[in-house]
């Protein structure tokens, strides 16, 4: 009796279990109906140029893009491109160029996912607008660089990242990020007590409470930034160039930095740390890919007609180990830029039409900029200049080149936009004051931090005769001052198409001015 009970129950087990596999199945189904994609980091677009951007969204699982866009917001006789599929191999973020706009039209774009179910649930649609700058435009961009920094998140409290809505209310066609977009290599705690005891307090999600090393840490460090309501705003309506520095991946890295002694970290290997840290600026940059050619490429020239050409570069992939940076000889250890970079931006300025050249980089060129002197001497180098104020020597040798080729070709109307050490300046590089003289002048103006501590004002290399016309710092005896303190800077450049003149002002926390300075057209 017992046994044929047994065997009833043998017998109905499976039947049983399938059951309930089908029950959790038709659960899971269902489920998933009512889960369309969500888009928790909005939209962002990229590279305008002239005629052309690109546009980044990410999803929270696997779907494709879709992009919607037309010349009003009621979106009549749009056009709707079936984008790529985001899936887990790029962290579910996806890219879509739109090509062929009709220039000086404000463009309308609605953003929205399809999952991969046979159900093909939708998100709700994102929405943003931009402008494609004609040549009946005025232009008008802002740029800067250092978001979140030293800790110094997203502190809601304080108004969370307002500077980016600071930025968004000049209403820029574009803004060029010059580099440090994440801090990688920094802790951001839940409070900290800063100036006057105050207390900062932050978000914090699981990513941002180490240094990045994984995968994951490195993609979190994006995401963290997109929490913040102010960037999502400025990111549906600005198209953005970004540039990169040293913290998208650990701080002041070359082929010299060893962090065998840095407790913080068990990844020791500096190309891995880099590796994982391009594929998560790639994946999260709304930047228009190279091509085959060097895919991860990031120096490039975004032109926007007759007024205006941006060089924007890359200080970081090709330079060589951080040195005393005092060799009489050109070699591996004084490259920079590299010499294609080089040779390919001597090429393009001397090809150029536009009226305006501005050389976006991610470091000032006469600014001391030490490699962490006080806690790993001897004295090492980070930027170009090198602290002695004589003839170029070490990186010093190719900048020189570079702008001595730039004079023989006669090319006018350069300008040098740049961000790194975390206050507002204006330089003027005038070669009668110079130690290498043969160039002909030339201005270079520092915006930044963006969120983040406020330092300097550095010391100044005498090489090429960088005149320091205005800055703004903190006191003597104080930095890594909190944005408490307002000391958080951006630049707008405005180019007037009647005149041809380029005003630049430096701009603080609030969006008021300053600094500010008009440029003729030679």
């Given amino acids: 009796m017992k046994n044929k009970k047994l065997g009833n129950l043998l017998f109905a087990f499976p039947l049983m279990l399938a059951g309930t596999l089908l029950v959790n199945s038709a659960a899971s189904v269902a489920a998933n109906k009512v889960r369309p994609p969500l888009m928790e980091q909005g939209i962002q677009f990229g590279d305008l140029n002239h005629g052309s951007v690109m546009v980044w969204s990410r999803s929270n699982k696997d779907a494709r893009m879709m992009v919607e866009y037309a010349l009003n917001d009621q979106f009549t006789d749009s056009k709707i491109i079936r984008g790529p599929y985001a899936l887990g191999i790029s962290d579910h973020t996806a890219k879509q160029e739109l090509a062929n706009l009709p220039l000086g039209k404000d463009i309308y774009v609605r953003v929205w996912f399809e999952d991969l179910t046979n159900a093909r649930n939708k998100s709700k649609p994102v929405t943003g607008h931009f402008h494609t700058i004609s040549a009946r435009d005025n232009i008008r961009f802002v740029w800067g660089g ?19 809505e600071a930025m968004r209310q000049v209403e820029p066609q574009f803004f060029i990020h010059s580099g440090d977009n994440i801090y990688a290599d920094g802790v951001i705690p839940e409070s900290k007590t800063v100036e006057n005891g105050l207390i900062w307090t932050n978000i914090v999600t699981p990513e941002v409470s180490k240094v990045a090393e994984t995968q994951a840490e490195f993609r979190g460090r994006y995401k963290y930034n997109l929490l913040d309501a102010h960037v999502r705003a400025f990111n549906a309506e600005v198209p953005q160039i970004w540039q990169w520095d040293d913290h998208e991946v650990v701080n002041n890295w070359s082929d010299s930095k060893d962090l065998s002694t840095d407790t913080r970290y068990t990844v020791k290997d500096v190309p891995l740390l880099v590796a994982r840290a391009a594929t998560a600026f790639n994946e999260y940059s709304a930047q228009r890919p190279h091509g085959a050619e060097e895919a991860e490429r990031i120096y490039r020239k975004i032109s926007y007609g007759p007024l205006l050409d941006v060089f924007v570069l890359d200080m970081r992939s090709y330079r060589g180990p951080n ?30 039409k536009a009226v305006w050249k501005v050389i976006a980089a991610d470091m000032p060129i006469g600014l001391n900029i030490s490699d962490d002197f006080v806690n790993n001497p001897p004295q090492r180098w980070e930027a170009v200049a090198n602290g002695n104020d004589g003839v170029a020597a070490g990186r010093e040798l190719e900048i020189a080149g570079l ?23 204006a330089h003027y590089y005038d070669p009668s004051k110079a130690s290498s003289k043969d160039f002909n002048g030339f201005w270079e103006f520092v915006s930044g931090p963006l969120n983040a501590g406020s330092f300097g004002p550095n010391t100044t290399d005498g090489t090429f005769g960088p005149q320091v016309v205005f800055y703004k710092a903190p006191p003597a005896g104080q930095s890594n001052l909190s944005p408490y303190a307002g000391l958080q800077f951006f630049g707008e450049v405005n180019i007037d198409k009647a005149s041809q003149a380029m005003t630049v002002d430096l701009k603080d926390i609030n969006g008021d001015a300053v600094f500010s300075k008009t440029l003729s057209a030679e």
């Fill in 146 to 164: 250092d978001t979140a920094g030293q800790g110094f998140g997203i502190n809601e409290a304080f108004g969370g990242m307002k500077i980016y």
């Fill in 323 to 352: 040195t005393a940076n005092l060799q009489t000889i050109p070699s591996a250890e004084t490259a920079f830029l590299g010499d294609a970079q080089v040779a390919w931006l001597q090429d393009g300025l001397k090809s150029s």
């Fill in 403 to 425: 702008l001595s080729n730039i004079k023989k070709d006669n090319i006018k109307n350069i300008v040098w936009l740049t961000a790194d050490v975390h206050y507002a300046a």
